[in-house]
Each structure stands twice: as C-alpha cells, then as structure tokens.
T-cell receptor, first 113, second 118 residues
C-alpha cells in the first residue's frame, strides 16, 4: 500500500529552537517523488520541496533542510532557528504510479515568541 | 498571474441539493486534481485528470463526479450531497513531468472551498 505517515500531530517550540518534522512513507514503486507543503493559518497550500527516489542528496534552503533516507523510507524536514512565521501545518506527500498523490495527515507546528 | 481559481469559496447547503464547485487554471497544465481536507486525515485525493477527457478515481471518489471537457476547467460535482461531505476542498494543477508521469511536479493549489452540508 502507498502511505505517508506523519506521526507528530502537533509540535510546539519556542522561537529560535530547531525543530524536525518526521515523514515516513511506504511504496512498492522504485520511481517515486516526495514533497513537502506548508499551509499557513491563511489556508493556502505552498510548495516547499520535491525529491525523486534516485536523489538522496540532502537539501538546505536558508533555515530549511531536508534529509531523505531510502534505507529508512524517511524524508524529514528540519527548521533551524524557528520563527513565529513558521507556524503552520506541514504536509508530506508521495507521488506514485506517475499520476496519484497521497498526503500524510499533517503536522501542526506552533512557534511561540 | 498564474493561478488556480475555485468558486465558490464558501457554501452552506442542504442534503440532496446538487452542487458544483468550479476550478479553472490559466497555466495550460495537463494534470488537475481535487482533494478534500479533513482534520487528522490530511488531504485525500478525490479525482484526478491527466488531460482533456481523461479522468480517474483517487482514494475517496464516492459521492463525487468530475468532468474535463476543456483543459483549463475541472469542475467537482456533488449530485446528492450528504453531511459527511462537509469539508474543505482544494483543486490543484501541475505540468506533466516529461517521460515520467503526471503527478510528479509540484501542485499549484487553489485557495480552497469550504462546504457545509446540513
């Protein structure tokens, strides 16, 4: 079965703390894509990153970094020095069979000042 | 401006009264999809379309219909809405990933439609 698990329902941190959001996926496909999306309190969905199954390089973009490990089927997202504006729901998603997309349940991140 | 436009943004209606949520994109995208978002369940795919006249079921298609007569439009139809279809709905579109697949590109999402069915 194709599945994405975000085990952390909600995380609360204080500003400037580092925080890691976990994502574990299941798929039988050898070719697949993984995504992270952000949903701020205003409700829109914002694309953050895409990774394909052949590219295990970690990525850093400013305060954001992503750790993709096929051995553990994980695609974790770390925010360094969190800020209040990072407060949002974060979704991990898996694209498989080239035409279907499945999302995790999301992690609510609350960053307090 | 590149965008996905959904209408209406909010709707309160009653059980059994047919409704349509429209979705239009101006980016000439091949792939379009509908999702519903419910607390604790994330986004679940209802239907998707890989091009004009090509549609297929996602994970939760029961009670919904779609059509893709034009590339830019992908309406979601609830023929006989029921209270368990009360949800936040998102339409999305993306280009095709050449040689690989349709859902492998980042999705561009509309602003969402909040449906309440009494």
């Amino acid at each position: 079965a194709q599945k994405v698990t975000q085990a952390q329902t909600e995380i609360s941190v204080v500003e400037k703390e580092d925080v890691t959001l976990d994502c574990v996926y299941e798929t039988r496909d050898t070719t697949y894509y993984l995504f992270w999306y952000k949903q701020p309190p205003s409700g829109e969905l914002v694309f953050l990153i895409r990774r394909n199954s052949f590219d295990e390089q970690n990525e850093i973009s400013g305060r954001y970094s992503w750790n993709f490990q096929k051995s553990t089927s994980s695609f974790n997202f770390t925010i360094t020095a969190s800020q209040v504006v990072d407060s949002a729901v974060y979704f991990c998603a898996l694209s498989f069979w080239g035409n279907k997309l499945v999302f995790g349940a999301g992690t609510i991140l609350r960053v307090k000042s | 401006e590149a965008q996905v436009t959904q209408n209406p943004r909010y709707l309160i209606t009653v059980t059994g009264k047919k409704l349509t949520v429209t979705c239009s994109q101006n980016m000439n995208h091949e792939y379009m999809s509908w999702y519903r978002q419910d607390p604790g369940l994330g986004l679940r795919q209802i239907y998707y379309s890989m091009n004009v006249e090509v549609t297929d079921k996602g994970d939760v298609p029961e009670g919904y219909k779609v059509s893709r007569k034009e590339k830019r439009n992908f309406p979601l139809i609830l023929e006989s809405p029921s209270p368990n279809q009360t949800s936040l709905y998102f339409c999305a579109s993306s280009t095709r990933d050449r040689g690989r697949g349709y859902s492998n590109q980042p999705q561009h999402f509309g602003d969402g439609t909040r449906l309440s069915i009494l």
